[in-house]
Structure formats: structure tokens, C-alpha cells
């Protein structure tokens, strides 16, 4: 029994969920390098081609912050409230190690696929 | 555009949004504040769209930017703390006392022995026996659910198995399982030919009872009872026969043995149950399997050799029906051991496929 195209659908919509997750954190982070609101944050993210909507960003926001890796304040910008995002100390700090475990996954998984 | 789209404030739409994704969402501050970020989110959509529009945005414009939101609730559920009642960590330890408790403890228990209790309490109403055990099964599984969900619970809540994960050894695994073995040829041919036999000698009993009384032919006789259960005998052997030679004719059916002996066993347990039942009906004084011919009723010696044999069926029934329930028990756990198995080999493949 073959599969259907749903079930392929399927597993592979999940498969570029896991995939993505990493990606967003990385994104997220590397963007708050510079302090940002939410919709700008998500407006960067999608100009660079990572789109990432309202009820997944706001979420992982949270809880970066509460692993200390962001800090955020509400403040009054054209005459609305707005909590604007940037890297806490630590945030940098863990940001550099991820980033160089990102460049060495990429470097094996580009030999990987060159090797295939 | 027509004007009878347009709202006086359009906005009112975004407030009545976050009330509804409010509605899902657990009621504490952290929530106000992330429901307050939602609001500036998509108040920046909209100033955005007006920007490039270059007018105010009426009601359908501004829903368009909600109904790409997601519907209330779906957003509430991705911006909310992820719940669960048992988490991934507990949740295999949960699921198999759950089916230890259900499938081998209450259906057994309810299986053989509340319900031949209440066939045996029917008085002849073996329907409303039959629904009352159902009844009874459903219930009892409900409330089993129930206390175990709770008791699962309570332990993800407190954490209590937390550092269960730390103690375990690898000295303790158990032992390799041993590979299946497949029923053989021989095997089966063997089977078929003593069932074949057996089945011809069932059917000449009735001329030649010298064939399961020997000696005693000639002063005993059998009861109406075994008479009456002497067709479903030969029924269930006739299947015990075609059974075999299906396993011969169809090797490649592996289910086919299980289920089949399943089945066997189920019929002979419902045919011994009517049976003991029977025995129990049957008057004070008289017995119930064999009784002695004519010729010699008045004989003290020939009363106790029948007492005897009456006695030494009985235990038989009896002793047939503990082993039965318990074969019973271990077939049906194998049928869904196998059954399973099939399963995971089916689900490995199709992965294999869509990769």
C-alpha cells in the first residue's frame, strides 16, 4: 500500500515544522541584536523571507525572555503602547554558541548533501 | 466600495477579536499582557495596509487582516501555555496500566464471572444478562478510567516519577524476547489427521457407546443433557477440523491460527457454561451425565460405579473450564500482540514508502 498525497502532505508539513522551530529561535534572536516591537520584528523576519505569525512569535517572545535570553519594555511610541525586544547579556552570550553550532550544522550537512 | 460595508469605527472589530481570543485563553495578568502585545500587533497591521491603501480600512479590510490572524480560539491556543492533563514523559506508563486494568483485569473478571454469574441468576432471560454485564463492563471501565486519569494527574502535577527517570539500571532490562515460532507442517498435518479421528469417533458414539464407556456400555446409558450437547460438540470439533485444514491450505495467513483458536475457545467456554448450567437444574437425587440401564437399577454396586463417573465428569467440566478461561485469556492477548505487530511492521513500511 502506497501512501496517499494527504499522508506525504502530512509528514511533510510536520517535518518542516521541526525544521523551522530551530530556524525561528536563531531568526528571533539574531534580529533582537537591534531593540524592536513585535510587528516590526515579524515585518524584518518576513522581508528577509521568514514569515512567522502573530500567535507563534508572541509566544516564543515570552519564552525567550523568561529563559533570560531578551529583555523587553513597554513603552509609548506614535501614541500607542508598544513592547519593544533586545538581547539580554546572557542573550548575546548564547546567541554567539548557537550561532556557531548553526554554521558548523550547516558546514556537515552541506558535505552531507554533497556527498549524497 | 459600497458604503453600507463601512462601519463608523472599524476598530471596534480588533477590540471585539481580543475579547473573544480573551475567552480562550487562562484568566492572569501574563495573559492581559501578551493579549495587549496582539492589540499593538495588529493595530501596526492596520496602520500599515491604511499607509499603502492610502485611506482609512473599512470593516471588510480590517477583517481580512483578523481572518489571517486565525480564528480566536486557534490563536488562544497557540498563544497560551501548552496544556496537558498527563504529559509525554508519563503518558506511556499511564496508557499501559490503563489497558492492564481494563483489558486484563475488568473485561476478564467481567468475561467469566459476572457474567456467567448473572446468566446463571437470568432465570432464562440471557438478554437482559447479557446487557446488564455490558452494563456493568461499561461502567466499571468508565470509573477505572477515571481513577486512573485522576491518579496520573495528581503524579504529572507533583512531579512525583521526576527522578524515576535517574534510577533505572540496564541490568534490569528483560531478558531478549524470544524470536515467534511458526506453526510447522508436520505440525499441523499431525493435528489435522488426530482431529480427522477423532471427529469419526465422536460420530460413532452414539451406535457404539463401548467407544467412551467401554465395559460400563453394558449397565450404563447417558442423560438427556449429554444428548443435547452431543450436536454442538460435534459442530465445534467439525470447526476444530475445517480450522486446521484452513491453516494448511493458508500457511500465509499468520492471524488465521490466533484468531481461530480464539474463536474455538470462546465456543467451547460458552458451550461448557450452558452445560455446568444445565447440571445445576438438574433435580436432587438424580444424576446428571449417566445414569444405569434398566436392567440393573436396583443395583447397589452399579449406583456407586455411576455416582463415580458422574462424579469424575463433572470435575472434568469444571477443571476444563478453569483451563479454558485461562487459555482464553493468553490467546486473546496473543491475537493483539500479533494484531499490533502487524500494525507497527505496516506503519514502518508506509514510512519507508513516503521516504
Known amino acids: ?116 | 466600495m459600497s458604503t453600507s460595508s463601512r462601519s463608523p469605527n472599524p476598530i471596534d472589530l480588533v477590540d471585539r477579536y481580543l475579547q473573544a481570543v480573551r475567552f480562550w485563553l487562562p484568566k492572569n495578568r501574563r495573559q492581559d499582557d501578551l493579549l495587549a502585545e496582539l492589540g499593538e500587533d495588529l493595530h501596526s497591521q492596520i496602520d500599515a495596509k491604511e499607509e499603502e491603501l492610502g485611506h482609512p480600512l473599512d470593516q471588510a479590510e480590517v477583517s481580512e487582516i483578523l481572518k489571517r490572524c486565525g480564528s480566536p480560539m486557534v490563536v488562544a491556543s497557540r498563544m497560551g501555555p501548552q496544556r496537558h492533563l498527563i504529559g509525554p514523559t508519563l503518558f506511556p506508563i499511564y496508557l499501559f496500566v490503563l489497558k492492564m486494568v481494563v483489558l486484563w483485569i475488568l473485561v476478564p473478571v467481567f468475561i467469566f464471572i459476572v457474567g456467567p454469574v448473572n446468566l446463571a441468576n437470568a432465570n432464562g432471560d440471557w438478554s437482559s444478562a447479557i446487557l446488564n454485564t455490558m452494563g456493568g463492563l461499561w461502567s466499571g471501565a468508565l470509573i477505572a478510567a477515571a481513577n486512573i486519569t485522576l491518579v496520573f494527574a495528581i503524579l504529572e502535577r507533583t512531579k512525583a516519577l521526576a527522578h524515576h527517570e535517574c534510577k533505572w539500571d540496564p541490568a534490569k532490562l528483560p531478558p531478549l524476547a524470544k524470536t515467534e515460532r511458526k506453526t510447522s507442517l508436520v505440525q499441523t498435518v499431525c493435528e489435522l489427521g488426530f482431529q480427522v479421528f477423532a471427529l469419526v469417533w465422536l460420530l460413532l458414539i452414539p451406535q457404539h457407546p463401548f467407544m467412551i464407556l467401554g465395559p460400563a456400555a453394558g449397565f450404563l446409558k447417558a442423560t438427556p443433557l449429554v444428548h443435547a450437547f452431543y450436536l454442538p460438540v460435534v459442530l465445534l470439533w467439525m470447526f476444530s477440523v475445517a480450522r486446521s485444514a484452513s491453516i494448511l491450505a493458508k500457511p500465509e495467513w499468520t492471524w488465521l491460527p490466533l484468531a481461530s483458536q480464539l474463536f474455538q475457545s470462546i465456543a467451547t467456554l460458552t458451550i461448557l457454561n450452558f452445560f455446568l448450567h444445565a447440571v445445576t437444574q438438574t433435580p436432587t437425587g438424580m444424576f446428571p451425565f449417566v445414569v444405569l440401564a434398566d436392567s440393573v437399577r436396583d443395583s447397589v454396586h452399579y449406583i456407586k460405579i455411576a455416582a463415580v463417573v458422574n462424579v469424575s465428569i463433572l470435575i472434568s467440566a469444571i477443571g476444563a473450564w478453569i483451563g479454558l478461561s485461562i487459555a482464553t485469556i493468553v490467546q486473546t492477548w496473543q491475537l493483539l500482540r500479533h494484531i499490533r505487530k502487524n500494525r507497527s511492521i505496516s506503519h514502518q513500511a508506509i514510512s519507508a514508502q513516503a521516504r
Request: with cysteine; aromatic share 6%; net charge neutral.
Open chain 1, 1 to 116: 500500500m502506497s501512501p496517499g498525497s494527504d499522508q506525504i502532505g502530512e509528514v511533510f508539513e510536520n517535518l518542516k515544522l521541526e525544521l523551522r522551530r530551530g530556524c525561528l529561535t536563531l531568526a528571533v534572536l539574531t534580529q533582537l541584536r537591534t531593540e524592536r516591537y513585535g510587528y516590526t520584528l515579524r515585518k524584518a523576519l518576513a522581508d528577509d523571507g521568514l514569515e512567522i505569525d502573530e500567535g507563534t512569535l508572541y509566544p516564543l517572545l515570552r519564552r525567550l525572555e523568561s529563559q533570560g535570553l531578551l529583555v523587553s519594555q513597554w513603552r509609548e511610541e506614535d501614541k500607542r503602547n508598544k513592547r519593544f525586544y533586545r538581547l539580554s547579556p546572557t542573550g548575546e552570550q548564547i546567541l554567539e554558541q548557537l550561532l556557531k553550532e548553526w554554521q558548523s550544522i550547516n558546514s556537515s550537512l552541506n558535505k552531507i548533501l554533497q556527498e549524497a
